[in-house]
């Protein structure tokens, strides 16, 4: 049984024409129930009938789209397998081009409806065009919608000229990047509960362009697959199921955030959301089918194959019409307006979220709370994944140290303390605060972690594949050996990023930035912890990488970084100019704060808190240097137990060599008394 590819089959592109057409035929009357194609309430500008009909249906084909171009990527980088020659994945991403070119296309087409709906300009205004070129990059919607299309086309680009699988898994991740902007135009985004509304909504996004369009990829490339279809389909059926969870968790809490309560489903919104859900719980049922009857017996059941087809085939019909759906939810009014909530307390305009009643005393320490979905998530998810492996390394009979499990376990707690406990409270309105946030989330959490040793564990548990495909382990593993990772995992450059950044941050317009917006925030957060992981792993971190500083050259390292650390304290506790002014004045916290003294009192914390890591770092570094001596001396004295310490003997020899051996002048004598007369 061969596993190539028949030279006479070509992909087919029968699931693409029925999911587009089930979008299509699903969003009018959809559409219509939510009252999308409505014209505006009197006394609105109506940019007319073109306007209104179009931007839906502009919207649920650039979805489609985006989806057929991010599965086809995923799937050619990281599912189908190729046995002699590259002609299947090439044959993929050829096609993502294909759908990217419509992807960019409707983004571009729906960001001049967009334009004309907001402003109620018509199409046919002599002034349109002018306006739009005007405030395209004033108005938010518009400016995400500019930037994801922009990320669309370079991923179409790219698409259409990569060959190798690496290339591949760049621009999957790039296509996936280009879809997260869009999350910030959704509803409740000027409303309660904003933030947990932008990361549902992302969640959300990425998860069902993700299975949809793998699906969708499959479908297409089934008759070039021949035997691989089998662990094509297993590999995918496992993606899809983590898809699964992500979309219907997520849909969850944005349903609940724009529904407001049970009463509400009974509204046209409503029913379109129960729509959706029916579609979803459709689609669970269809994909556990394929995961029991077709997935185990695909790869020796010529029937099986085709059942698959005819599933593949009325899920993706399906999901044409969730998408479907999700559009005109989109366009339709929700039970929950979606509008700025209108109160007196300037830090929740500012912010997002009321200011504390008072100061930070006592136990508020530990009992003051608000949970941050995002990183709450994100720390349960990766304790779960690490749980999972010290598991599987038990069932097959290897050990995995305590300690690793208990450092990981306990460095994800941390960092959840500082972000949704009290840190991330009262960091957004006190700056000593927001510093002790900084501090822990870069420098104590990331020691923790490193030491857990995530990579090792992964690496070790991870089933390699053998058939040319790019899994986690693979992918894992390139980025370990990566050109990238060995620049960046220089401990100079490491060194220059944890410090650097922290200067070009605090001292430019990208503090109040994070403060102020959401995706500022949540990039902050992300940076810092990314970056106090890399600093403290090319200190001391156990998994694999770049070959390692002797330990001496990285206690200069650790003592010259801390020693820059130190000065940018010494700098805010000394100064005299307040950082992000604007921001800081404009809260009018309830309670009296002196805004200078309470930054210096942040300067004082960056200097202090980070002692304790920098000395357990130190001590880290050290123990590993008495551990590596003492290494060498057990080899050294192995091997002179093995030759009869011939090392030793032979550096004998040669100093009794060197000893015994004649002047290079030749022998001396001593001068003998003259006997010649006269003299």
């Known amino acids: 049984m061969t596993t190539g590819p028949s030279t006479a089959a070509h992909p087919t592109k029968l699931p693409l024409v029925l999911a587009a057409v089930a979008v299509v035929a699903v969003v009018i009357p959809a559409g219509l129930l939510g009252g999308a194609f409505a014209a505006p309430v009197s006394g609105l500008p109506d940019a007319g009938a073109i306007v209104r009909w179009g931007l839906p249906v502009?919207?649920?084909?650039?979805?489609?789209?985006?989806?057929?171009?991010?599965?086809?990527?995923?799937?050619?980088?990281?599912?189908?397998?190729?046995?002699?020659?590259?002609?299947?994945?090439?044959?993929?991403?050829?096609?993502?081009?294909?759908?990217?070119?419509?992807?960019?296309?409707?983004?571009?087409?729906?960001?001049?409806?967009?334009?004309?709906?907001?402003?109620?300009?018509?199409?046919?205004?002599?002034?349109?065009?002018?306006?739009?070129?005007?405030?395209?990059?004033?108005?938010?919607?518009?400016?995400?919608?500019?930037?994801?299309?922009?990320?669309?086309?370079?991923?179409?680009?790219?698409?259409?000229?990569?060959?190798?699988?690496?290339?591949?898994?760049?621009?999957?991740?790039?296509?996936?990047?280009?879809?997260?902007?869009?999350?910030?135009?959704?509803?409740?985004?000027?409303?309660?509960?904003?933030?947990?509304?932008?990361?549902?909504?992302?969640?959300?996004?990425?998860?069902?362009?993700?299975?949809?369009?793998?699906?969708?990829?499959?479908?297409?490339?089934?008759?070039?697959?021949?035997?691989?279809?089998?662990?094509?389909?297993?590999?995918?059926?496992?993606?899809?199921?983590?898809?699964?969870?992500?979309?219907?968790?997520?849909?969850?809490?944005?349903?609940?955030?724009?529904?407001?309560?049970?009463?509400?489903?009974?509204?046209?919104?409503?029913?379109?959301?129960?729509?959706?859900?029916?579609?979803?719980?459709?689609?669970?049922?269809?994909?556990?089918?394929?995961?029991?009857?077709?997935?185990?017996?695909?790869?020796?059941?010529?029937?099986?194959?085709?059942?698959?087809?005819?599933?593949?085939?009325?899920?993706?019909?399906?999901?044409?019409?969730?998408?479907?759906?999700?559009?005109?939810?989109?366009?339709?009014?929700?039970?929950?307006?979606?509008?700025?909530?209108?109160?007196?307390?300037?830090?929740?305009?500012?912010?997002?979220?009321?200011?504390?009643?008072?100061?930070?005393?006592?136990?508020d320490w530990l009992t003051v709370w608000r949970i941050d979905w995002l990183w709450l998530g994100v720390s349960v998810v990766a304790v779960a994944l690490y749980l999972a492996g010290v598991r599987r390394m038990r069932a097959r009979g290897d050990s995995w140290p305590v300690l690793r499990t208990i450092g990981w376990v306990l460095g994800w707690a941390i960092f959840v303390w500082a972000t949704c406990g009290a840190p991330g409270v009262y960091g957004s309105v006190l700056f000593s605060i927001h510093m002790l946030l900084h501090m822990t989330v870069s420098m104590s959490a990331p020691i923790l972690m490193v030491l857990a040793a995530p990579v090792t564990l992964a690496l070790r548990t991870l089933t390699p594949r053998q058939d040319n495909t790019l899994g986690p382990r693979e992918l894992l593993l390139g980025l370990v050996h990566s050109r990238f990772l060995a620049v960046i995992g220089n401990p100079v450059v490491a060194a220059a990023i944890f410090f650097g950044s922290l200067v070009v941050f605090y001292f430019s317009p990208l503090f109040e930035l994070a403060l102020r917006t959401h995706t500022g925030h949540v990039l902050m957060t992300t940076h810092f912890l990314l970056a106090g992981y890399l600093f403290a792993w090319v200190l001391v971190g156990i998994d694999p990488g770049p070959k390692r500083w002797p330990p001496s050259l990285r206690l200069i390292i650790l003592f010259v970084t801390i020693s820059f650390h130190a000065f940018f304290g010494v700098a805010l506790t000394t100064g005299t100019t307040l950082l992000a002014p604007t921001f800081y004045k404009s809260l009018h916290l309830p309670w009296a704060v002196d805004l200078l003294a309470d930054q210096r009192n942040g300067g004082a914390v960056a200097w202090g808190v980070g002692e304790l890591p920098t000395l357990i770092l130190a001590l880290l570094v050290t123990l590993a240097w008495v551990h590596s001596d003492a290494a060498e001396t057990k080899r050294l004295d192995r091997q002179a137990d093995r030759d009869d310490d011939a090392d030793l003997k032979a550096y004998n020899a040669h100093l009794a060599a060197i000893s015994e051996r004649p002047s290079p002048a030749g022998p001396t004598s001593p001068p003998s008394r003259s006997t010649t007369p006269g003299h």
């Open 58 to 363: 502009v919207r649920a084909i650039h979805d489609l789209a985006a989806a057929s171009t991010v599965g086809l990527l995923v799937v050619a980088a990281t599912i189908i397998p190729e046995a002699r020659n590259t002609s299947r994945r090439i044959t993929a991403t050829r096609y993502a081009c294909a759908t990217g070119v419509v992807w960019v296309v409707a983004g571009l087409v729906g960001l001049v409806f967009s334009f004309a709906d907001i402003s109620g300009t018509a199409l046919s205004d002599p002034t349109f065009g002018a306006q739009l070129q005007t405030f395209v990059f004033q108005l938010e919607s518009l400016r995400v919608a500019a930037i994801s299309s922009t990320m669309a086309l370079a991923v179409t680009l790219g698409a259409a000229v990569v060959r190798r699988r690496s290339e591949m898994v760049t621009l999957a991740v790039l296509s996936v990047l280009a879809l997260l902007p869009l999350s910030l135009t959704g509803h409740a985004a000027g409303a309660a509960s904003h933030d947990t509304a932008v990361n549902a909504l992302a969640l959300h996004l990425v998860a069902a362009v993700i299975w949809v369009g793998g699906l969708l990829a499959l479908a297409m490339l089934r008759p070039m697959l021949g035997a691989t279809l089998g662990v094509s389909v297993q590999r995918y059926s496992t993606l899809a199921g983590w898809c699964f969870v992500a979309v219907a968790v997520s849909g969850v809490g944005s349903a609940w955030i724009r529904v407001g309560s049970i009463g509400s489903l009974a509204t046209t919104y409503g029913a379109l959301v129960i729509l959706k859900v029916v579609a979803l719980v459709v689609l669970g049922m269809a994909g556990w089918q394929q995961r029991s009857r077709v997935v185990d017996r695909i790869a020796t059941d010529p029937l099986a194959g085709r059942l698959f087809a005819r599933l593949a085939l009325i899920e993706l019909v399906v999901m044409g019409a969730a998408f479907a759906l999700g559009t005109a939810l989109s366009r339709s009014a929700p039970p929950v307006p979606n509008t700025p909530v209108v109160t007196t307390d300037a830090a929740y305009s500012l912010t997002g979220y009321p200011a504390p009643a008072g100061p930070l005393l006592g136990s």
